[in-house]
């Protein structure tokens, strides 16, 4: 239930409080209305001067827009979760992560585990070269060093006797 208290001091200024009988919602509902505070001054400025009258009208509305405006206030309050609710799930999320982490380190942990040691994985990769006949820096040294030899003996093979025909056919042109 709301209380209101139109407060004025010795200056000619009032203000609207509105007070949440709920305590702990005080600092949420708590409000100082300047407007109003001026229209119960200006009401009463007019009452005692003799003028008008219909600054009350106007100050029962703006409570009433008040009042409607603490209800629209009390209703958006009441859907949005409450400091123990985030609390409550942050701690949830933060349990989650270290199951989450530890279940990541036990299965890395398990995946490398199953991995081949250094020695294995030498053997492995000796085998698939002798099984797939890959080509290592050895056999294509020899390799090269074969065809090398191999075209040297076509050169001695060809060029001695080619150089032998030039210089027969030379010698023939120039003693006939």
Do not use: C
């Amino acid at each position: 239930m709301n209380n209101y208290k139109i407060a004025s001091g010795e200056q000619p200024k009032a203000t609207l409080q509105l007070v949440h009988s709920d305590r702990t919602k005080k600092s949420h509902t708590r409000y100082s209305l300047k407007t109003i505070g001026e229209t119960a001054v200006s009401y009463e400025d007019g009452y005692n001067g003799g003028g008008g009258g219909g600054g009350m009208d106007d100050l029962a509305r703006k409570v009433q827009q008040l009042e409607e405006a603490v209800k629209e206030i009390k209703q958006e309050l009441k859907e949005q979760p409450s400091k123990n609710d985030m609390i409550i799930l942050q701690k949830d999320i933060s349990l989650e992560l270290k199951d989450l982490s530890k279940n990541i380190t036990d299965n890395f942990s398990s995946k490398i585990s199953t991995l081949p040691n250094e020695d294995r994985m030498k053997t492995i990769i000796r085998e698939q070269i002798t099984e797939l006949k890959v080509a290592t820096e050895g056999y294509v040294s020899e390799k090269i060093h074969e065809a090398s030899n191999k075209n040297f003996r076509w050169f001695l093979g060809l060029g001695i006797p080619g150089l032998i025909a030039i210089a027969v056919a030379l010698i023939k042109l120039y003693i006939t």
